[in-house]
């Protein structure tokens, strides 16, 4: 199946900064999606994006597909932003089954 | 638009006892259903596939009989972890496929906490 890797596994931030968390997968995908999920567990769908560019606020991602990977990016961080990232594909064959990666912990300090 | 369910959110149960977790979709119907398990710092592993009026296909290592999956409607799938012990502690989450849509975007429910004792 597809493998999904995510880096860096932990980053640490300021309050104000910039972030970039990467996606790489193993085969052509026809689901990308990023979330964030909250320290309640909740999983909060923050893009879908086998492919192109998204923007929502202050959030941002692009998918590369020919070359197998995602990245999103965080501008101006907040506090509230800190938590675990996860990207998650879907690959061609595999009936929708979503493979998620490890996951990147975010901590932004004040 | 895209919500979905999951009762209960927490429950703690003594060791042998038979727990039922269900998942709706509140505001469309689910041809799909997924369930996964997480633990303690970790990624999510897909447990089984819940597909409508069908069996559900599980991943490998993971026990159907221990396991129980039904999809009885559109908007409902559940969850029974049969004669429980503790390790099968985790947080359990489910994630739904809406019907009709042209793109393959999942959506996940708030989890469950299972603690047996």
């Known amino acids: 199946g597809i493998q999904v890797e995510q880096s860096p596994p932990d980053l640490i931030l300021q309050e104000g900064a910039n972030s970039t968390l990467r996606c790489n997968f193993s085969d052509s995908v026809n689901n990308l999606q990023w979330f964030h999920q909250n320290p309640w567990g909740q999983l909060i769908n923050l893009f879908y994006?086998?492919?192109g560019t998204k923007q929502n606020g202050r959030l941002s991602a692009t998918t590369v597909a020919t070359e197998r990977y995602s990245l999103l990016y965080i501008s101006s961080s907040q506090t509230t932003d800190s938590g675990v990232y996860f990207c998650a594909a879907t690959s061609g064959g595999s009936n929708y089954k979503l493979t998620f990666g490890k996951g990147t912990l975010l901590t932004v300090n004040p | 638009g895209a919500v979905v369910s999951q009762h209960p959110s927490r429950v703690i149960c003594k060791s042998g006892t038979s727990v039922k977790i269900e998942c709706r979709s509140l505001?469309?119907?689910?041809?799909?259903m997924f369930w996964y398990r997480q633990f303690p710092k970790k990624s999510l592993m897909l447990m089984a596939t819940?597909?409508?009026?069908?069996?559900?296909?599980?991943e490998q290592g993971v026990e159907k009989d221990k396991f129980l999956i039904n999809h009885a409607s559109l908007t409902l799938s559940t969850l029974t972890v049969t004669s429980a012990h503790p390790e099968d502690s985790s947080f359990y989450i489910c994630?739904?496929?809406?019907?009709?849509?042209?793109?393959?975007?999942?959506?996940f429910g708030p989890g469950t906490r299972l603690t047996v004792l």
């Open positions: 994630s739904a496929r809406p019907r009709g849509f042209s793109y393959n975007e999942q959506f």
């Open positions: 505001d469309f119907q689910a041809t799909t």
């Open positions: 994006i086998p492919s």
């Open positions: 819940s597909n409508e009026g069908s069996k559900a296909t599980y």
